[in-house]
């Protein structure tokens, strides 16, 4: 199933050009608290897919797709992790500007966080800092959404812990070659800076996410081409890494890493990302409206 969270934090089932909404399976006290309802619905899924599928079958329309504002593919995940130099082609390519020293791959330097508020869908669009003269990058990636529990978790059980795939775009404020060393968690955490979507597509509907590829466009612009087979850390590896450290939550989001071709966005651009089987998904750059109150 293609899972896809709309206007007012709505969950409904894409089929097509349109989706179906199925908010009305979950719990009514969620109405107070809506971007909690994709974690309820993951947590809760082996208990409410024939339900939903049931929703499905007897729609008789769903509502277009150009009619709703998609949000995040999962708006409050508890956690978001990520994984830094994970492709070989990208390795060495930031020069003095990574902080992933000597080649190192994500297998030696584990993981980073995101603030997990910096997620936003496809239908809303990507701020910049007022007046910022600093180079904000993409990063074209593939997003892994966490299905159950999952703690110590050896890599051949892994598969079991995902509930599905997305797209992510991974936006990072770089350093500034000899200056200070801000932390990457800042950098990478500015609000909109990961849009996570379009659609979560169910891990039995995806089969093996290491045979697709995807594509990320600035303006039309190919700027970079991803094919999951040349993770250095796949999937399963990545959850029982993680796992190893600390908890996974069920709606928690991986970000699995980018291949080579990082490059700046600005205001005014459009940032594209396809994701084989999973969809397009397209943000204007905007710049926010708040001058910061220290430079970034
Ligand atoms: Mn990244």
């Known amino acids: ?38 974690n309820w619905l993951i947590e809760g899924w082996a208990s409410y897919v024939e339900e939903v599928a049931d929703v499905v079958r ?6 277009p797709l150009t009619d709703v504002t998609l949000r995040a593919a999962n708006p409050a995940p508890g956690q978001l992790f990520a994984l830094p130099s994970n492709f070989h082609a990208h390795l060495g390519e930031l020069g003095a500007r990574t902080v992933t020293k000597g080649g190192r791959t994500a297998r030696e330097q584990g993981f980073f966080l ?74 990478k955490s500015f609000e909109t800076f990961t849009p996570l979507g379009p659609f979560v597509v169910t891990a039995d509907e995806l089969g093996d996410p290491s045979t697709l590829s995807a594509e990320l466009r600035v303006n039309d612009q190919i700027r970079q081409r991803a094919a999951f087979a040349d ?15 600390t908890t996974l939550a069920p709606g928690d989001v991986i970000a699995m890493g980018t291949p080579s071709g990082v490059g700046p ?18 943000l204007p750059v905007a710049e926010r409206a708040l001058r910061a109150p220290r430079s970034y």
């Open 231 to 245: 993770m250095i850390v796949d999937i399963d590896e990545a959850i029982e890494l993680i796992s190893s450290v």
């Open 114 to 187: 995101k603030a997990a508020s910096s997620v936003v869908g496809a239908g809303e669009q990507i701020t910049l800092p007022k007046g910022s003269s600093r180079r904000f990058d993409h990063e074209c990636e593939l997003a892994v959404i966490i299905g159950k529990t999952a703690r110590d978790v050896p890599r051949a059980n892994a598969h079991e812990y995902v509930f599905g795939c997305s797209g992510l775009i991974d936006i990072t404020m770089r350093l500034e070659p000899g200056e200070f060393e801000e932390e990457r968690s800042m950098r």
């Open 265 to 282: 966005l600005a205001a005014g651009d459009q940032v594209t990302i396809e994701v084989e089987r999973i969809g397009v998904m397209s």
């Open 1 to 38: 199933m293609q899972i896809a969270v709309f206007d007012d934090y709505r969950v409904g089932v894409v089929q097509a050009d349109s989706v179906i909404d199925v908010t009305n399976v979950l719990p009514a006290a969620l109405d107070s608290r809506p971007r909690d309802r994709m």
């Open 58 to 63: 007897r729609a008789q329309n769903g509502i």
